[in-house]
Every structure is written in C-alpha cells, then in structure tokens.
C-alpha cells in the first residue's frame, strides 16, 4: 500500500485552471480519470488525511503510485477529454456501466448494395440503421414479419443471397411475398433500395401516410369490385397498424426524447432509459453499476449520459457520408422523391434529454451533444405533466431492475460462498458463518416500539425463522435498551430450550409414558440453532448493549457486530476503530442485505402495530363483546361517546346483548369514572355509589 505523501505534488506546482487529472498506480496503469474546474482545489482534497477519506477514495489513493494532469481552455474540453480517457483506459476507480442484457435492435444494413433487414445484436457498424433498442426479441421479429408484408425487402443472410443468384430460383421469403427477390432480377437495385427507405421511414415514426395510401389503394378497389385486392391492401393496413401501435403512445407526436431514471442503493445503481421518438416509446434499456467511489445521482446520470451518447456518436456514420449517399440513390432513382433521414445521429441523439435528478455539468453536456448531433440538445427534469408521468414509470422499472439484479446476484451460490467467506475473513471468525442474525429496532419518537429478527442461512434469507418483537416499559426508553432487551430475550429462550433438551436426553429406563410425549404442533421451538454471528442495525453504542447482553446470559460462542448506515461501517465490541469492507466487494453487499431486510421487516411490523393503535377503541376492552356484538353497539349508539351515557335498559335493547351482558358493559364502560366510585349489582343492573 502506497503512501499518499510519497507522490503528492506541491500545492504551488497545481494550476487553478480547469484539467483532466489521471492517478496511475506502480505499474503505470491508469485507476482513475477526473475533471476539475479547478485542478489546484480538486486534486489537494485527495490528499487530506487518510482518516478523513472516504473508503473508495482512501483505497485509491493507497493504490495509486502517482497523479498527472493536463490543463484545458474549457470546462466542455475537459469533459470531452475526461471521455476519452476513460474510454481508453478503463480505469477500475471509475464508474462503469454495462447493460443488463444485450438488447435487440432491428438493423437495415443501408450500406451494402442490396440492403437487407434482419434483427441483430451486439456492436453497431457504419452505414447500418438501428430502430430500437426492444426489451424482447421475440417483439421485433413479430414487428418485422408484419412489416414484411408491405414492404417486401431483403431480409435473407450473404449465403442464402448469394446461392439463389447463382440458380436463378428465389427462396421460399420470395415464393410467399415476403421479399421482391432481387436476387433473381424481379426488381431492380435501385427499386428495392427506395423500397428499403420506406422501411426506414415508417420504423422512424413516420406510418400514417403510409396506412393511408393503402387504404386508398383498398378503398379504389373495392369501388372497382376488386374485392380480392382490397381484402389484401386491408390486411396489409392491418399489418402496419399492428407493427405502428405495438409501441403505445404517450406524448404529442412533435416530442423526440430519451428519459433517463436512475435507481440506487450504498453499492449499486441502476439507470433504465426509454427513447420516445415521435410521441412513441420506440425502445429501452439499463444499465447496472457498482458504485466502486463515492458519489451522487447527478454524478451518475452525467457519467452514463458521457458512455451512452458518446459511444453512439463514435458507432455512427456521419452526415456528409449519408448526405453524398442520399444524392447518389436519388440521381439513381426513377421514382418519386423521397424525404431521407440525412443523419444518424440526429435519431441517436435527440432534441431533448430528460433525467430523473438534476446533473451539475448539464450546460457542458448539452454544449457537447448538440455538437455531436449537429443541433441543440436541450437536458431538463420534468416536473409536471404527460412527461412527468412517463419518467415515474422509467423511475418505477429501474426500481424493479435494481431489485431484480439483487435477487439474480443473492441467488448465485458462487457469489454466496465468497460473500460469506470473505466476511469471515474480514472479521477473523474461527467458524464458517452458517447463521446470521439481525436486528433492528423500530419506532417513531420513542412510542410503539418494536424490533425484527431476520436469519440468514447459507447467505439466503429463512423467513419462516424471522421474529418480531414488542418492546414495552423502561427497555423503550432508547435504542440501545430495546437493543439489550431484544437480544436478551431472544437468548434466554435459547437457553431454556438447552436445558429443556437436555433434560429430555438425559438416560432413563423403561418403557415411554405415550401421554408425556410432546405432539402439540404449537409447542415447537420457537427459536432454532444459535446463529454464528448477530448482527445488530447501529454503531458502537448499539453493539456495546447486545454484548452486553450476551455477557449477562454467559453466551460467549456468538460473535456481535454492528453495521453502521452512514458510511457502511462494521463495528466490532470494544474496538477503537472499524473493520472497512471494500465497497465492492461480497461480504459488503451481504451485510447491506441482511441489514435492510431486517429494517424492513421491523418497519413494517411497527407500521402494523401504529395503524392499530391509532383505531383501538373502548369497544376492545369490552368483556365478551366481540367484533360482532361491537357493530351491533354502534350501531344502535351510534358512537361510543352515547354508548357511555346510556342506561342499562337501553344497552338491553341491543340484540344479543341480555341482563348479564348488559350488566357488564355498564359496569366496564364507568370502571374507570374519575366523578364517582360506582360499583354495579350484577344481580339487579342497579348502580350503587
């Protein structure tokens, strides 16, 4: 491990001027690239005291070996610059995001001589249109296969394309309409190219003239009696509604727009984006990251919007390739002109970018992507309206899509032995951690306090062993009493059931009494196996209580920890300073999970309890008046207000309710009467002073 000191510069030798900085460890190699507006500010915060850090920064600081800059005329040079680099680089200090899956697009290969459409993955190559991307790929090859109908295009792979030129015979897509085979001469080069930027333009957005040139065409033939024509233009309307309408509208059709949201956690994040393009949700996609430094939102949704546009702009081909190439098929052409999208990226890129959280660079970035789209570009947050509506569902599934990449990464048996292991480690446990509790307590200013037990066994969650506790008199006065409480409850029955079992294994003889043998179903264990390790939800005061506990019962064999919210730190009892777990690692993101299920299980668990304390009625208290006999009360009182207030021939009136019944509610109703000391006759209903 280096030490800082080692290779920081002189504070006089930093420029103030905006820059790129790159940190490289002893090999050289590039950990981290960063931008500044001012180099001498950002690059002396790195090397505060090691204390002071925080874990990622202090772990980078630690690797790296040495820390260069270049200074820049601009903060949109740096960002453009700090892309580049990281890009090259791939610094492993830096946030990087991968998709989730790779996404199909359906891909019209505009640069080969006879274009064809085919559904594809993977990188994007020059002179090939991408409409997508779609979340199925069985979406696309349905979309395509209606479109198919209309627009017969080539659709068949090089081999099959090449092996029906040398017969002269078709393939089968030409026998059913499917493809106007120019592979055999049935149509020329240049028509089936005009045929293919009609393709383009209805998967652009651009369907209604289309739909309504074939309903012409369907409607002049059935007023020519051709019914067998206009049945197939009217299947072949049917076709392109199908294929238009599969991607709903949500917006006006002048709005072309990609709505970014991000989702995240300590360790993770994850960013889902729908592209609207002419009012339609015409694709989407995510990305999952691991949080390896310390940031924000904002800081995430600008590094993601650098890799998703910048990669794309780099894939692209540019204008004036597809504008020479749009003059050649047009002088080529012998048929009406048509409108031909003249730049790719103006489709990659559109006018407007919208994200879920405001991003501190937004005028450099936008700066940046209206020069590569060739137009303004505009970054915005929606707050009201149609849009605001939309990016709450692209919020919503990349909720769900973090939550998925969770229950996937907990489900891998590999990832959960290394979890486990490494955290054993970590803490330096003689056992293998089989059983982990936690705890949690729950509350809102200091009433109706309880708190969760959750177990983990094997790294995944046993639900049926979960435990709630309710926390009542002097243990709710704080956290760490109710702490105390719940974690010496919880091991006094362990105890009990030791010296329960022992008893019954103890050596008898003769022949077993049937009737002692315990069969009750409800008279099982509450509680199973002690667990290795308790982990308690709070830092070190909240551990000291559940130590303290342990030590009271005589329970030395079960190891305390403590995981602490805000910076993520494991406490350990009578340690001065915690145990750091790297942020990506394993061990890390298993403590995070058993600690947020437990607090969410005591959450919801205390927002029980609070719901039915804020509805508890007199009427509860009642003796031997059910939920039946309660609505028959309010029924005929109306509220318990009147009830209180009424005579005992009155609440005879009740049905179901008799002298004796009656009696005691009357007598329950004034038991706690501050005016008088009343007693009731249970005999006669007579109230006596």
């Known amino acids: ?53 925080a874990p990622k920064t202090r772990t980078m600081v630690t690797t790296a070996a040495g820390v260069e800059w270049v200074v820049v005329s601009s903060e949109l040079e740096s960002l453009q610059l700090e892309y580049t680099w990281i890009k090259q680089f791939q610094p492993r200090f830096n946030i990087a995001y991968r998709d989730d899956k790779s996404y199909p ?77 120019p592979c055999v001469g049935e149509i020329s080069q240049e028509d089936h190219r005009a045929l293919v930027e009609d393709l383009c333009q209805f998967m652009a957005g651009r369907a209604e003239p289309f ?33 238009f309408e599969r991607n709903a509208v949500v917006l006006s059709d ?41 940031t924000d939102s904002a800081h995430l949704l600008e590094a993601l919007l650098q890799q998703v546009y910048g990669e794309g702009a780099a894939d692209s081909i540019t204008g004036a390739e597809l504008k020479a190439q749009a003059a050649r098929e047009e002088r080529g052409s012998h048929h009406r002109p ?47 309206g149609d849009k605001a509506h939309l990016m709450a569902t692209v919020q919503e599934n990349a909720r769900q899509a973090l939550a998925l990449h969770k229950s996937r990464r907990a489900g891998d048996i590999t990832t959960r032995s290394a979890s486990l292991q ?20 729950s509350h809102v200013q200091g009433t109706n306090v309880v708190a969760s037990m959750v177990v983990f066994e094997d790294g995944l969650p046993r639900k049926a062993e979960y435990r709630k506790f309710s926390i009542t008199g002097e243990a709710a006065r704080d956290d760490t009493a109710a702490m105390y409480d719940v974690i010496h409850r919880r091991f006094s029955r362990h105890l009990a059931q030791q010296e329960e079992q022992q008893q019954e294994c103890a050596p008898t003889t003769g022949a077993l009494d049937p009737d002692s043998l315990d069969t009750d179903p409800a008279a099982r264990k509450r509680f199973a196996y002690p667990p290795n390790l308790v982990v308690v939800d709070g830092g070190p005061p909240q551990v000291a209580a559940a130590s303290r506990a342990l030590e009271d019962l005589g329970v030395v064999d079960v190891a305390v920890v403590g995981l602490a919210k805000r910076l993520e730190e494991v406490w350990v009892p009578d340690d001065e300073f915690p145990v750091i777990l790297p942020r990506a690692s394993e061990a890390l993101y298993l403590m995070q999970r058993v600690r947020d299920e437990a607090h969410r299980f005591a959450i919801t668990f205390h927002r029980a309890k609070r719901g039915k304390s804020m509805i508890a009625s007199v009427l509860d208290e009642l003796p031997g008046v059910g939920p039946a006999k309660q609505k028959a009360l309010l029924k005929h009182f109306g509220s318990a207000k009147k ?45 006596m002073d």
């Open 643 to 687: 009830l209180k207030s009424a005579r005992l021939e009155e609440i005879q009136e009740v049905p179901g309710f008799g002298p004796a019944l009656a009696a005691k509610v009357m007598a329950a109703i004034h038991q706690d009467d501050d005016t008088a000391q009343s007693a009731v006759n249970m005999a006669t209903g007579e109230i």
């Open 105 to 181: 697009y359906l891909a019209v290969t505009m640069g080969e001589k006879v274009p064809r459409a085919l559904v594809t993955r993977g990188t994007k190559k020059k002179g090939t249109r991408y409409f997508g991307p779609y979340s199925q790929a069985w979406a696309i090859r349905e979309t395509l296969d209606a479109v198919l109908r209309v627009f017969p295009v080539r659709s068949c792979a090089p081999g099959v394309y090449r092996r029906a030129e040398r017969s002269g015979r078709p393939c089968l897509l030409g026998y059913i309409g499917k493809c106007t085979a």
């Open 422 to 441: 490494q955290l054993q480690e970590a803490l330096d446990l003689p056992d293998a951690l089989m059983r982990i509790e936690c705890y949690d307590i």
């Open 254 to 294: 002048a709005v072309d727009a990609d709505f970014f949201a991000l989702a995240d956690d300590e360790l993770e994040a994850a960013v889902q984006v729908f592209h609207v393009r002419g009012g339609r949700i015409r694709g989407q996609r995510g990305w999952v990251t691991e949080k390896v430094e310390e």
């Open 338 to 384: 048509r409108t031909v999208e003249l730049d790719y990226r103006e489709d990659l890129i559109p006018r407007t970018v919208l994200v879920s959280h405001p991003v501190q660079e937004a005028e450099q970035l936008e700066q940046w992507l209206s020069e590569l789209r060739g137009s303004k570009v505009t970054i915005s947050t929606p707050q009201r």
């Open 1 to 53: 491990m280096a030490d800082p000191r080692t290779y920081r510069p002189a504070r006089g030798d930093i420029p103030t001027d905006p820059g790129v900085y790159r940190f490289r460890d002893a090999t050289g190699r590039v950990i981290y690239v960063g931008k500044a507006k001012n180099l001498r500010n950002r690059l002396s915060s790195y090397f505060a005291p090691l204390h002071s850090l």
């Open 211 to 243: 739909i309504k040139e074939l309903e012409e065409k369907m409607m002049a033939a059935a007023a020519v009696q051709d019914f067998e024509t206009a049945a197939a233009r009217r299947d072949d309307v049917d076709a392109l509604r199908k294929a």
